[in-house]
């Protein structure tokens, strides 16, 4: 998989920044910036930590009985509920791979035995430099849930091949699903 390629070594990118807003989960800014054809204009930005998502695997991942754990889960900004896979930010330092054991177990309360780094994904590149990094969780065991004040979800269990239906149907919209089911679909399980 290639990297993006880095301003430093471009004759484009970042000129100056004037920072809008810098809160819990982003920061906002007006940066100046010079465009590949040399020109400059002006680009709202918002910059993120970055996050990790998870698909947890019941039972044996190799069979086509497999069933995932979903989040059935209110969010604001989308105007209602949405079904989710777990996912949340880093804290700190921590390794990708730490986000996404902690916030499985956090937001199911389960933990995972295994997990699997499958890929990365920019959601919204035109706005944001949010990466999510995408993982698998199988072999499950008992956890502890430790839900944020925010956080109003409910756990749901689905046959991997009714969340595909979900997605072909819309009503499983979230991007970062969207993108970890098909890609565990095309690459990691039966459908």
Known sequence: MSEPRSDADAPWGLLE???IHDGRIVRLSIDRVRFPDGSEGELE????RGAAAVLPVVGKAETRK???LLLHQYRYAAGGELYEVPAGVRQGEE???ACARRELEEETGWRAGHLKPLTRIYPTPGFTDEVIHLFLATELCPGSARLDADEFLEVV???FSQALEWVH???IVD???VALLLYAATWELPA
């Open 157 to 159: 269990r689905v046959p």
């Open 45 to 48: 930005l918002i910059r993120h």
């Open 17 to 19: 920044s004037r920072l």
């Open 175 to 177: 991007g970062k699903s």
């Open 66 to 68: 497999a069933e995932v």
């Open 169 to 171: 149907s819309g009503r």
């Open 95 to 97: 390794s990708w791979e």
